[in-house]
């Protein structure tokens, strides 16, 4: 089994709105529809589960039925950071899934995932135990200089870096077991961590799967016009 984990459990302070951020609407539809849209039509997708906020899960169900998501099988609270959420979802998945299932984790507002790039960090999940979309870098990269924070004498080859983001998968078996220790070391779960840092952190060896520009983090207002103007495209004008 493939089971979907969304991620929404935050509030959203950065938008600026009254409502969270994955709920705002956009042309008539909530941007966390839109997620859960990708994942409800791609075929190796077999059922998903939500980490919402706390307050909006009925919210959450309305408008899942609402749009038709199907495949929505659960929905479990946010804890107080992209940790705690992601691992409340691992640790509600447990007894339903077997070892060897695949668990795909996305960020809610990240609503522009391509079908192709799904299909890619499942069968790499399949293959290897895990997949983790990546982009090259192709921006350089300079190392502030420790005595003058506006200078620099060191760069670090873009060559040597890969952007990685969600969607991430892992094999269930390797993912429950990792944020039980992860949680009761203190290990991988501070500050900006999340599952792919927090792997890293434990020892495993990540692979990369593909990744596309358009999927973007919906953070700021920005953010959501850009969003808004990928909506208005003709996507047979999109780049390939």
Request: proline share 3%; net charge negative.
């Amino acid at each position: 089994m493939n089971y979907a984990l969304i991620i929404a459990g935050g509030s959203g302070n950065r938008m600026g709105q009254n409502i969270p951020k994955q709920f705002i609407n956009v042309y008539d539809k909530p941007i966390i529809i839109y997620t859960l849209e990708s994942f409800q039509r791609h075929p190796m997708i077999d059922a998903i589960e939500v980490v919402c906020l706390e307050g909006w899960h009925d919210m959450l169900w309305a408008y899942a039925n609402q749009f038709n998501i199907s495949k929505l099988q659960g929905v479990v609270s946010g804890g107080g950071s992209a940790q705690e959420s992601i691992r409340n979802g691992v640790f509600a998945l447990e007894g339903k899934l077997s070892g060897d299932d695949i668990v795909v984790i996305h960020d809610g507002i990240r609503p522009l995932v391509d079908a192709t790039v799904l299909t890619d960090v499942i069968e790499k999940a399949q293959q290897y135990g895990n997949g983790v979309t990546s982009l090259p870098y192709n921006e350089q990269i300079f190392i502030v200089n420790p005595d003058n924070e506006n200078t620099t004498r060191q760069y670090i080859p873009r060559e040597t870096l890969r952007r990685v983001s969600t969607p991430q998968a892992y094999r269930f078996g390797r993912l429950d077991e990792a944020y039980h220790e992860a949680f009761e070391k203190g290990i991988g779960i501070y500050g900006s961590a999340y599952t792919n840092t927090m792997m890293v952190e434990l020892g495993e060896t990540l692979y990369f799967a593909a990744g596309s520009d358009k999927n973007i983090k919906l953070t700021t207002k920005d953010d959501l016009e850009m969003f808004k103007g990928y909506m208005k495209m003709d996507k047979d004008t999109w780049l390939k």
